[in-house]
């Protein structure tokens, strides 16, 4: 039982972070109909540079709570910015083009991000302070939670309430809604598309940030592919829960963290991303809206 | 047997929202059926069920006297019921002689290998399929575009060309969704005598138009619905001055505008 | 004769000579380049003419060279009898994977054959019932003989390369114009008309997706016989998403799209070695930048093909 | 484009032509990963081959003939190796130092031995000398004699009953993780569990959640620091409480800084490193080396690649001849040669036999002392 407990844990944490990666993906989705190949390097790119800032400014001293916040805060502004070049540069010029199109734009623009961290930092592991956080670690009969994953745990969850109740009860977020419902009808509205869309890319990399930052923290060894894997997690964690969903996002994440570590905790670590992907085919081909999401009708 | 296509209380929903309610029309050889109705009255669904690509939820499509509810569209069209689309739906990038052979697709009795050997029997089947393309092309005098990729043509030709390419599959039904759309009072002369014509053939068609001076013309029968329900039946004539439908255009948009139910 | 006809007669002249003026190293290049052209013409008939959104072709490539591999190193078989079931194999688990989810639409379909690549490269790392040797792959693949010839020299490969290349195109000409062919382009153009016309939309793509994937098997093959060995890391997702690119950026169902594509892809890089470092960085900067000024590729495909007698003639119009 | 590429095939075969017809050289080939991954464990074997290959020269070369060393890139990638190894024999070399990954090494093996070219490896993958070709020597020691060593060091040395053995997938690591299991069950060790771990995922914590219910007293992992390093600090997160032994890639110093405080106590297995050499040569040639490239080989891998090229210019001289043929039956006849890494002895099927290993500890400060 406390095994089981202890997978669910650890399954929370890594769903977390999913989450939060996830929900730049299903943003983007929802208005522009594109899968932003580059969101995993975004996720990445924030944690070199937070791991930058870390060093430059702090050295290896442990640091205050208000330090912390101050780079994080940094690093979410400067991934933000990345997340607009990227918007402007790689996907606006094609948002009338073929689809597939902005697919191979989309996969290009995640090669230059990935490279360039490569030739920046190097091609070699770069590794996060082991004690921004304390190493506290709480027991709760034989059930381990540490410092770090309580962090991540609770600012994760605050995240995602405050993103809900920005989408759901603020003028921009019933903007953004409108938007991914048809982009047409917003516009008639009077309704700005390309300074929404411009939003959904800033929050959604400056959650990618948080996501890159937690990833950092908490398995501290960087390499400029990383954000490759981290981000086809979060890419299918996006689709179980619904693509272009936004509780969707947040529970496809938290269920693929789980079902991850229920596989390889309680099945096979050999077979893990297999058995990852068949869920993944399963849903596609039974419900392919996801969880979350709804099916639309074709139109003819 | 009596009709070519007969539609039998059909209903369809979408989300709960009733889209075409309990109709029943029937369809005979040779006949030009009119189905008129303002905007959103679900005329385009009703085609839609027709040719497969929605499933009605309730009653039962026959063509030919054969049970066709719910079958998946290539195999209706197979059977021989084409249509048309009332947003032109040609392969923009495809010239007019390439078009008009996606109709012949079903006539053709190319194998899979052929697509990898050309033997004698290719070579027969393939000339046989251009000859027919290039018997329709100066039915619908289009020869001279043979070329032309369609996405170039002017709204007039292209609504040809759909028809040409729907006829290449020797239909007994056609479906016109709108055929006149978009087009000037020249264009519109010549496409209804192209229309009649075909009827000539013993071609059953039915027809969603606007205009109504050519569905008066052109039409043996008229279903006219509203709100997806039948709400008068009968010769052109007949449902001219029923009072029914008179109400229901009464207030309704200009006639020209798009089914916004239809989507794109 | 036609520009497309010239174009390609004078690029398998120049391939064909090609041998002649190379030496070794750049003869492996050579039959690399002819290799992955055939593995990226066979994507164009999937992705570039039936238009299915297909991120896993690098499966049907390694099934290939695999089958090859397994058949000749653990079963004793010649290799030149291991290329009909290695056709064989990749058109089964073509149409046995595509199957199921060939009804699902672009990003859905697209997201599906990326699962399939990983789980495929898992299996291919597992060693599964001690055939694909791991992550080490198979070593010690029998060179190959025709007639009691064992053509063992680079030249020799090439050349079978080569004449794999010519069938290749041979079989894509033929396609274009046929019954077969032009349905897939009527699906990739609008699948709603197409299946309007009668024509059966899942069955056609399955009929792409077998013929693409049984010409990347034998694609495998040649690959399997050149090297002498595989390994995973030959048929991972990455070396899908470059057959997907090079389709995309040179030009959809374009012959010398997909020539240029594989040239730019794979043999550039081996003249510019010094720029190794930052040559994804470039390449990835060159994906967006062809996307942005040239959406349909750098050589975008051409229609109107059909027989001269529907031809208009001159100055009708 | 095309026209160009011929033109600079063409310019390229014709350097290759005029350079094999001057005769007062001898050629030696250089593949490793000189980019990549690998790329520092690649560069210092090219260093060191050039700081040997100049001594050389400068004592009036091999038999009278000046050196010239040429390099391939092989990116540590097999496909790269088999062009690697086709561009080396065309240059003409008639041994090639390389490569520094098995897989890399393993796919150019067949090549060099066609063309009768002499080959020198460290990569300890035990399939290296399966095929036993006579031109392929080993100048490292195979993984067998590694799992053989840490095997008698758990079962034997420290009594553990529950061994458990962690590898990831790749073709070294997987293999050094089965000898082990195979190692520990010949001599009557008791493998509670053997798992794999995908590298790079970073996330350890299910696998380790479900060894901690096995209650082992000895995590064994044969894979990389890069892995290693969160494996221990996860394991100390999830308060398992066993011993956490390592193989020889665990040994960098980046798995104090991945481990942080959770490295203490690590013990890990390697070939000594180069500082710690004690032989007369090692002194020699390492302040050689640091001396002209201003640091350290970055492991003992390019060390033991220096004693390949030793051993084959002892060949070499002790034959009088360039017959690779003659060389490579001299060097397996060969009676401790003082190599760098120690005495060189070479088996019939090319494996170099007479393996030493350290047990290093780690303290708390970061710093590691030798147990044994």
Not at chain 1, 215 to 242: C, E, H, K, Q, S
Not at chain 2, 95 to 106: F, R
């Amino acid at each position: 039982m406390e095994t089981f407990i202890q997978q669910l844990i650890n399954g929370l944490t890594v769903g977390s972070l999913y989450a939060l990666v996830a929900l730049g993906y299903t943003m983007v989705y929802g208005v522009m109909k594109l899968i932003n190949f580059a969101h995993g390097d975004l996720v990445a790119f924030s944690a070199y540079v937070g791991l930058t800032i870390f060093t430059q400014f702090y050295g290896s001293n442990a640091l205050t709570l208000v330090n912390i916040v101050i780079v994080f805060s940094l690093t979410s502004i400067v991934v933000a910015f990345m997340g607009v070049l990227l918007e402007r540069l790689a996907y606006r010029p094609l948002r009338t083009a073929p689809r597939l199109s902005a697919v191979v734009s989309a996969l290009g623009a995640s090669l230059v991000i990935q490279n360039g961290i490569m030739l920046i930092w190097g091609p070699n592991m770069e590794i996060f302070p082991s004690d921004i956080f304390p190493s506290t670690t709480w027991n709760f009969g034989g059930v381990l939670i540490s410092y770090t994953q309580f962090v991540i745990l609770a600012l994760s969850a605050f995240l995602m309430v405050s993103l809900y109740l920005f989408i759901n009860k603020t003028k921009i977020g019933t903007a953004i809604r409108a938007t991914a419902i048809d982009q047409d009808a917003a516009k008639l509205m009077g309704i700005n598309v390309n300074r929404i869309v411009m939003i959904i890319f800033i929050v959604g990399s400056m959650l990618g940030a948080i996501g890159g930052l937690f990833i950092g923290v908490y398995y501290r060894g960087l390499t400029f592919d990383m954000g490759w894997m981290y981000g086809l997690n979060a890419f299918i964690a996006a689709i179980i829960g619904g693509i272009g969903s936004i509780p969707g996002a947040m529970l496809g994440g938290l269920l693929l963290g789980l079902f991850n570590a229920m596989i390889s905790g309680y099945i096979s670590t050999e077979w893990a991303e297999t058995f990852t992907f068949i869920l993944l085919i399963i849903i596609l081909i039974v419900r392919p809206a996801g969880l979350l999401g709804h099916n639309v009708a074709e139109k003819v | 047997m009596e009709y070519v296509l007969e539609i039998k209380n059909v209903s369809k929903f979408f989300s709960g929202l009733v889209a075409i309610d309990d109709l029943t029309i029937n369809v005979k050889p040779g006949q030009i059926y009119g189905i008129i109705g303002p905007n959103g009255a679900g005329k385009t669904t009703l085609f839609n069920c027709v040719t497969g690509i929605y499933a009605p939820e309730k009653g039962s499509i026959k063509y030919k006297g054969k049970d066709i509810t719910g079958m998946p569209p290539h195999k209706i069209a197979q059977m021989g019921v084409l249509r048309t689309f009332q947003n032109i739906r040609l392969f923009k990038e495809m010239s007019v002689a390439e078009n008009i052979m996606a109709g012949y697709h079903t006539k053709s009795k190319q194998k899979w290998y052929h697509s990898i050997i050309h033997n004698s029997f290719y070579k027969k089947d393939e000339l046989e399929s251009w000859k027919k393309v290039e018997e329709l092309m100066n039915f619908f005098d289009l020869s001279d575009l043979a070329t032309t990729p369609t996405g170039d043509l002017s709204y007039g030709k292209q609504r040809k060309v759909e028809m040409a390419r729907a006829l290449a599959a020797s239909p007994e039904l056609l479906i016109l969704d709108e055929p006149a759309a978009g087009l000037n009072e020249n264009e519109t002369i010549e496409l209804t005598k192209i229309i009649k014509s075909i009827s000539e053939m013993n071609i059953g068609i039915m027809m969603i138009e606007h205009d109504m001076d050519m569905v008066m013309n052109l039409t043996d029968y008229i279903t006219v619905i509203n709100f997806g329900k039948e709400i008068s039946q009968g010769v052109p004539s007949f449902v001219q001055d029923d009072p029914r439908v008179i109400e229901a255009y009464i207030g309704s948009d200009d006639e020209n505008d798009k089914e916004d139910a239809n989507g794109k | 004769m036609n520009n497309k006809t010239t174009i390609t007669i004078a690029f398998l002249a120049i391939m064909a000579f090609l041998p002649l003026l190379a030496d070794s190293a750049w003869l492996s290049i050579g039959i690399t380049f002819l290799v992955f052209a055939v593995v990226a013409f066979s994507q164009d008939i999937i992705l570039g003419r039936a238009g299915v959104f297909n991120m896993g072709h690098a499966i049907f490539f390694g099934i290939g060279a695999y089958t090859t591999a397994i058949l000749n190193v653990h079963f004793g078989l010649e290799i030149i009898y291991t290329i009909p079931f290695a056709i064989i194999f990749s058109a089964i688990i073509a149409v046995l994977l595509a199957g199921p989810i060939i009804h699902l639409k672009g990003d859905y379909f697209l997201v599906a054959t990326i699962g399939f690549n990983i789980i495929f490269e898992q299996v291919l790392s597992n060693d599964i019932f001690g055939l694909t040797g791991g992550p080490n792959g198979i070593f010690g693949i029998d060179v190959i003989r025709i007639f009691g010839y064992e053509l063992f020299s680079d030249t020799a490969i090439y050349y079978i390369a080569f004449g794999l290349l010519i069938i290749t195109l041979f079989i894509i000409r033929n396609l274009d114009n046929s019954k077969y062919g032009r349905a897939l382009y009527y699906i990739n153009k609008d699948e709603i008309a197409a299946k309007s016309m009668g024509i059966n939309v899942p069955y056609y793509k399955l009929f792409a997706f077998a013929l693409g994937a049984s010409i990347a098997g034998v694609a495998g093959s040649v690959f399997a016989i050149q090297y002498s060995a595989v390994s995973p890391e030959s048929f991972n997702f990455m070396q899908s998403v470059m057959f997907f690119a090079i389709v995309l950026v040179g030009g959809s169902a374009s012959l010398p799209g997909v020539i240029i594509g594989t040239f730019v892809m794979f043999v550039l890089p081996e003249l510019f070695t010094e720029f190794k470092e930052s040559r994804y960085l470039i390449f990835g900067a060159a994906m967006v930048l062809t996307m942005i000024l040239r959406p349909n590729g750098v050589w975008p495909v051409t229609f109107g093909n059909i027989p001269k007698f529907l031809r208009p003639k001159k100055g009708a119009k | 484009m095309k026209i160009k590429n011929i033109a600079s095939a063409l310019a390229l075969s014709s350097v290759m032509l005029s350079s094999v017809a001057v005769a007062d050289t001898v050629k030696i080939g250089v593949q490793a990963p000189i980019t990549g991954k690998y790329a520092n464990e690649g560069q210092s074997i090219d260093n060191f081959v050039r700081l040997i290959v100049d001594e050389k020269n400068a004592q009036g070369g091999l038999l009278g003939k000046q050196i010239e060393v040429v390099t391939c890139d092989d990116e540590a990638k097999a496909q790269k190796a088999a062009v690697c190894a086709k561009k080396l024999v065309n240059a003409g070399v008639f041994a090639v130092i390389g490569s520094y990954t098995s897989g890399a090494t393993e796919a150019a093996q067949s090549t060099y031995f066609r063309n009768k070219v002499l080959q020198t490896s460290d990569g300890t993958s035990d399939s290296l000398i399966k095929r036993k070709y006579w031109t392929f020597f080993r100048n490292s020691f195979p993984n067998a004699a590694q799992s053989d060593f840490t095997a008698e060091y758990m079962v034997n040395v420290k009594k553990y009953k529950k061994i458990v053995v962690l590898s990831d997938y790749s073709s070294y690591s997987a293999g050094l993780g089965d000898a082990t299991e195979a190692s520990v069950k010949a001599i009557n060790g008791n493998i509670l569990f053997r798992g794999k771990i995908k590298s790079g995922v970073q996330n350890f914590t299910s696998t380790l959640t479900k060894i901690k219910a096995m209650k082992p007293d000895v995590i064994y992992y044969s894979g990389y620091y890069t892995d290693g390093g969160l494996l221990r600090a996860q394991q100390i997160q999830l308060q398992i409480d066993a011993d956490f032994v390592g193989g020889d890639s665990n040994d960098n110093p980046d798995f104090y800084k991945l481990a942080g405080k959770s490295a203490a106590g690590t013990v890990l297995i390697n070939f000594p490193t180069p500082e710690i050499l004690p032989y007369p040569e090692a002194k020699k040639y390492l302040s050689a080396y640091k001396k002209r490239f201003n640091m350290s080989p970055p492991s003992i891998w390019p060390v033991t690649n220096a004693d390949g090229l030793r051993a084959i210019i002892e060949g070499v001289e002790k034959t009088k001849s360039f017959d690779t043929k003659k060389i490579a039956s001299y060097i397996r006849t060969m009676k401790d040669f003082p190599g760098i890494t120690g005495p060189f002895n070479v088996r019939e099927d090319g494996e170099r036999v007479g393996a030493k290993f350290v047990v290093y500890k780690m303290k708390n400060d970061g710093t590691k002392e030798v147990v044994k």
